[in-house]
């Protein structure tokens, strides 16, 4: 038997080979047309090109999409966005995998340009343009793909090449003589016969001249023709009908076609204009995405899955232009199309949160419903409820007590442990609405206490009490809020700017607040007597036992509950179903919180460490600072009362502070509290335009320190502050103030003369005027023509002392260039004495400093090189790091290298690098990166750095990275100072 099946394979042996052979022979010719392939060449070019190139470039596709898209948690708090991948933070971070996917499709459209999956390949290289937001380029694919790739100019192309072939002769070349030798006899005959007639005519001619008739015509006339039949008539209009009926046929047909791909290739040319039309609304050509997608809709031939697909991006078109109405509409729609439960879950969340946004309550409970029931994790659904809770009230579906009740009960299930943060910041939402401040406000700080691992409800909480403290003007507590807020709140987020601008404006206003309450607090001890200032320390102690027993306790519990799977995990997991629940006992939640709870029952809170039973341990744990004895006896007198002899005079001193003990301490404290009031109230004024807390901090200083030597600044501060506040009587008491008490001053004459301050403006533009004439013939090297006018100076600015430093700077600069070091180091010194606290005062010692070392460059030499570069936006660009000269650039090459490999392999990049620096102290390596052909590409490549800083793989390597244009670059190798280029890189380039 096996004998036999061995024969019958080698008799089958031959004819495989065969058809192997035949198959790569009728396949392997590359210069023939797509219509010369043989079914089997077709069929290899079709299967090589789809399975092997473009399926590999899809899936790194479609999985660098999903992976855009999953990067950043989902934050339900925020309007979800329509194309999450279009929002993830660092869409960089694919575009090494997207260049590979671009690579193995324009390698299938040169090895296989016959097959039917060259469109494919155009749009998936576009998309992955698109998804590394590579728009130029992604637009220009997507414009080939609907140019060259229109099903309805193959098929007139097709009809067209159908007619030419009908109009060519089939027959063959005896048939055509045998034709052609037909046609001449005939021919013979007719000419015969009109010879004949001719002849004829002749004879009768004469005849009819002998008898005295007209002759007749020579030659014949042709027949006439009959006029047609009725019969004739309606056959040939049968005939039309019949034309038109088959044209009808053919158009319906045509129609239905595209519908009919089974086992056909199916054309992407609607999926190209898809994503042209998602490119021109991220370049903001929104009008020509519109009448694409328009156009899209109302072709009764789109697919259904590309209609799926429309709607969304409708929908995103109309966000952008913050069109709420149209953009629900086509969500609406979208929901209806789709078959993806989990899509659908997303759109109505979506869909809830903009009917919220439009006041439409009853919609977005509707919406938030259908989010609830299509939920495909426990995540969606518990914020679906929460939304749901406060719709219910706003709704009319019931009463505010009624929404806190439903957020309660959801507070109390075990598996919403892990979001009792978002719950009461929820709570705090509705208090809000319901007009509830001080309620509100409490709901949020214990949304922040509860919070543990969710930094985007930490950036939420934290965010509205920041803004809600501002609102109440405890510029305190909201900057410190916005602190936390900025610790957790995402670059991208487009709040970050302004938040982080506002905390700035606070940053100094917190510290003098903070420093008035500390100097009132300490003038306050002091005039304590001494037993109430240690019955105070003692209450301090108490306090501070208290606390570090209460933080004690916290790092106990932190210790034992950091489980393997939280509650969160546990509750509801959608996106992984297939995965089983392991059995393995610590990855059960309540095994391992009874676990705790018994431990804790028989062994109290315990620390995780070794040995931990053992009763007098010396060893530290937790901190540096903290003991066990120290815990031993903050434990110990837990319950018992501390008194006042357990205290030392040190402890004592250490609890209240440096409190002043002398009367000269006394009035410092005091002098601290002047300077930063009144600090406060400028800032008030100037930074927040908030002139009711203005008027408050300076009436307060006033009321409290009456005459001080500012007093006249204090009364023109309250007399220009009431005055824009519109409160005039207010203002012109402090008007009047002045001028009884201070008449000769400047504030005085600035109240008195309206042209005063005008003026002054005036003489002060013609100062400056000076000012740069004298520093324009100081950068001429004309030192004695400089020094004449910076001589002039204090004449010229009279009461105008603003420019008297840099005069003074200017002058010891010139000095240095005419009377040497000696003289010049004198005159710096000068200047720092008499302008402390100014830039020209930080000048000058910068220049001492450079002064003493070896090489220090005289005045005279460049003072501000950065003024001679140049925005070069359109010029060629080299990307540069500048090192120590130091470090090894052989290794920094490598992780560099990896980088560029990573998110820019498609770019043509060289690295060389070079030593620039006058001398040991200041020469840097530099690595230069060439080249980019404009300031955008190379700034690209810059930001891409900088969001991915451990790509480069530096550690902690020092450097400096900037982007240089070409004749800039040259401008650096001639000064060799990369200070000055990275001066005018950071003001000139990053600002902008």
């Not at 090189?865 to 090459?893: C, M, R, W």
Request: glycine content about 4%; proline content about 3%.
């Amino acid at each position: 038997m096996c004998n036999k099946n061995i024969l019958v394979l080698k008799s089958l042996t031959l004819p495989i080979y065969l058809l192997l052979f035949s198959l790569t022979f009728s396949s392997c010719v590359t210069r023939k047309k797509k219509a010369d392939l043989s079914i089997l060449g077709k069929i290899y070019e079709n299967t090589t090109a789809r399975y092997n190139g473009y399926f590999n470039a899809n899936e790194i596709l479609e999985i660098n999409k999903l992976a855009l898209s999953t990067q950043d948690p989902v934050n339900y708090q925020k309007q979800l966005p329509i194309f999450p991948y279009l929002t993830a933070s660092n869409r960089k971070s694919a575009g090494q995998e997207l260049d590979k996917a671009v690579k193995k499709v324009t390698r299938v459209v040169a090895l296989h340009p016959r097959s039917y999956w060259m469109d494919d390949c155009y749009l998936l290289a576009g998309q992955a343009w698109f998804l590394k937001e590579d728009y130029e380029n992604a637009e220009k694919a997507f414009r080939y793909l609907i140019t060259e790739f229109d099903p309805e100019e193959k098929l007139a192309q097709l009809e067209d090449k159908a007619k030419a072939d009908a109009k060519k002769s089939t027959l063959s070349p005896k048939q055509k003589a045998k034709k052609r030798e037909k046609a001449k006899k005939e021919a013979l005959r007719k000419r015969k016969k009109y010879n004949k007639e001719v002849k004829k005519r002749k004879i009768q001619n004469a005849k009819r001249k002998k008898q005295g008739k007209t002759a007749l015509p020579s030659k014949p006339k042709p027949k006439a023709k009959t006029n047609e039949s009725d019969a004739e008539k309606a056959k040939k209009e049968e005939a039309e009908k019949r034309k038109q009926a088959a044209a009808e046929a053919k158009k319906e047909a045509k129609a239905a076609e595209p519908k009919k791909y089974f086992l056909k290739h199916r054309p992407v040319f609607q999926e190209g204009k898809l994503w042209l039309a998602k490119t021109l609304i991220e370049r903001d050509n929104d009008d020509s995405a519109l009448r694409i997608l328009e156009k899209l809709i109302e072709d009764e031939t789109t697919f259904e899955y590309v209609l799926e697909e429309v709607y969304p991006l409708l929908a995103f078109y109309y966000l952008k232009r913050n069109n709420i109405a149209e953009a629900n509409i086509a969500i609406e729609k979208a929901i209806s199309l789709s078959d993806d439960r989990k899509e659908k879950a997303r759109l109505s969340f979506l869909a809830g949160q903009l009917f919220s946004k439009d006041k439409k309550e009853a919609e977005a409970f509707a919406a938030f419903d259908q989010a609830e029931k299509w939920a495909s994790n426990y995540e969606m659904a518990f914020n679906a409820k929460i939304n749901k809770a406060q719709l219910a009230w706003l709704a009319g579906k019931g009463s505010y007590e009624d929404a806190l009740a439903d957020l309660d009960k959801l507070a109390k299930d075990e598996k919403n442990i892990d979001y009792l943060d978002q719950l009461y910041y929820n709570k705090g939402q509705l208090a809000l609405k319901n007009n509830q401040r001080v309620e509100a406000i409490s709901y949020f700080k214990e949304s922040l206490a509860k919070n543990t691992v969710n930094t985007l409800q930490k950036t939420e909480s934290a965010y509205i009490l920041g803004s809600l403290y501002f609102e109440d003007s405890e510029f305190l507590f909201a900057k410190n809020y916005l602190d936390t807020t900025l610790q957790t709140m995402a670059d991208e987020d487009p709040r970050k700017p302004e938040t982080s601008k506002l905390r700035e404006s606070l940053t100094d206003i917190a510290s003098l607040i903070e420093n008035i309450n500390l100097q009132d607090s300490l003038i306050g001890i002091s005039k304590l007597s001494p037993e109430d200032r240690m019955q105070l320390a003692l209450k301090i102690k108490k306090q501070e036992d208290e606390k570090r027993m209460a933080e004690i306790e916290n790092k106990n519990q932190g210790s034992i509950s950091a489980l393997p799977i939280t509650a969160r995990e546990n509750a509801f997991n959608g996106l992984n179903t297939g995965s089983t629940q392991s059995s393995f006992f610590a990855y059960d939640d309540q095994t391992l919180k009874r676990g705790i709870r018994e431990f804790e029952r028989v062994w109290g809170a315990r620390t995780l460490q070794d040995n931990w039973r053992q009763g007098e341990q010396k060893l530290s744990f937790d901190a540096p600072s903290q003991t066990i004895t120290e815990i031993d006896t903050a434990s110990n007198r837990k319950g018992k009362s501390l008194k006042v002899t357990d205290l030392t005079e040190e402890d004592i001193d250490r609890l209240l502070g440096d409190y002043p003990k002398t009367d000269i301490a006394l009035k410092a404290a005091e002098l601290k509290i002047i300077d930063a009031l009144f600090k406060l109230g400028v800032l008030y004024r100037e930074k927040l335009a908030n002139y009711p807390e203005s008027i408050k901090a300076f009436i307060e200083l006033d009321k409290r320190f009456p005459g001080t030597n500012i007093e006249v600044n204090i009364w023109y501060y309250l007399f220009l502050t009431y005055r824009e506040n519109n409160e005039l009587a207010e203002s012109n008491v402090y008007k009047n103030k002045i001028l009884d008490k201070y008449g000769s001053t400047y504030f005085a004459q600035a109240i008195s003369d309206p042209n005063f301050i005008a003026s002054s403006k005036l003489r002060e533009k013609e100062l400056n005027q000076f000012y740069d004439l004298a520093y324009k013939l100081f950068t001429e090297r004309k030192f004695a023509e400089a020094m004449e006018l910076i001589v002039q100076a204090p004449a010229k600015s009279g009461t105008l002392t603003k420019l008297n430093g840099r005069f003074a700077l200017l002058g010891a600069l010139c000095t240095g260039s005419l009377k040497g070091r000696e003289e010049y180091i004198y005159a710096l010194q000068e200047v720092i004495a008499k302008y402390p606290g100014t830039d020209e005062q930080r000048r000058a010692a910068e220049i001492l400093r450079l002064l003493g070392e070896a090489q220090a460059s005289m005045p005279g030499q460049r003072v501000d090189e950065s003024g001679q570069f140049q925005i070069e936006a359109d010029q060629v660009h080299y990307v540069i790091f500048a090192f120590p000269q130091t470090v090894d650039l052989n290794g920094i090459k490598v992780g560099i290298s990896d980088f560029n490999r990573k998110y820019f392999s498609l770019e043509k990049l060289n690295m060389t690098n070079l030593f620039l620096g006058e001398d040991e102290s200041s020469r840097k390596a530099l690595l230069i990166l060439r080249r980019f052909n404009n300031q955008g590409s190379a700034l690209n490549y810059y930001l891409t750095a900088d969001k991915n800083k451990a790509e480069l793989k530096l550690d902690e390597t020092p450097y400096e990275l900037f982007i240089i244009g070409l004749n800039n670059y040259r401008e650096l190798l001639r000064i060799k100072n990369t200070n000055a280029y990275l001066d005018f890189f950071n003001t000139k380039i990053l600002k902008n």
